[in-house]
């Protein structure tokens, strides 16, 4: 079956502007995280949603970071004033339940902030 | 804030040679995850350790745990050239939330050369 797909995969942004990321799941996993992984570095957590409810957002850098899960499948990581610091690859991976379930990951979207 | 500490950062082999991957993290865990990433592609899900166990394998690869020194190791026998890729170790601590967040390392950069 398909995996985890993200779009768009690639994103060029102006300091200031506004992006949003979106995220398609396994069909029927539950769980679903988004991860921030910096240029050499391992992902870091960012948040995490069970079906549509948002559990943990401690790992999100700012107010200036959004994420939702509206109907318990897609969902969007919006970002909003785009900063250099942004820049990015930006992971989301789903779960089928809870754990120890694997995390299956998508492909990622890089962000670069101009 | 990463709780893992992969070592070494980078190793280069020789295909055929085996390749080992240490891994060092801070606190309590109930399981211990590798993931394997491809140049600019997504995490691949390698093995799973849980806190009981000492030693697993799958394939080629044989991971041990030692939660009293906190550590793990990741050997790749019989290297291939397609082992190259960056591998990350991520820890499970399970929290209150019954999700698991993954804290992950900075991952070692591995190279086969033909």
């Known amino acids: 079956g398909a995996g985890v797909s993200q779009s768009p995969r690639y994103k060029v942004a102006k300091r200031g502007q506004d992006v949003a990321l979106r995220c398609d799941p396994i069909s029927g996993h539950v769980s679903l995280f988004w991860y921030q992984q910096a240029l050499g570095q391992g992902p870091e957590f960012l948040t995490y949603f069970q079906n549509e409810a948002q559990l943990d957002k401690s790992g999100l850098p700012s107010d200036r970071f959004f994420a939702e899960r509206p109907e318990g499948s897609v969902s969007t990581l919006k970002i909003q004033r785009t900063q250099q610091e942004d820049s990015a690859v930006y992971l989301c991976a789903s779960s089928l339940k809870g754990p120890p379930e694997t995390q299956y990951f998508g492909p990622g979207t890089r962000l670069l902030v101009l | ?114």
């Open chain 2, 1 to 114: 804030s990463q709780q893992g500490e992969e070592d070494p950062q980078a190793l280069s082999i020789q295909e055929g040679e085996n390749a080992t991957m240490n891994c060092s993290y801070k606190t309590s865990i109930n399981n211990l995850q590798w993931y394997r990433q491809n140049s600019g592609r997504g995490l691949v899900h390698l093995i799973l350790i849980r806190s009981n166990e000492r030693e697993k394998h799958s394939g080629r690869l044989r991971v041990t745990l030692d939660t009293s020194k906190k550590s793990s190791s990741l050997l790749i026998t019989a290297s291939r050239a397609a082992d190259t890729a960056s591998y990350f170790c991520a820890t499970d601590a399970g929290f209150s939330g019954g999700y698991n967040k993954l804290i992950f390392g900075a991952g070692t950069r591995l190279a086969v050369h033909p």
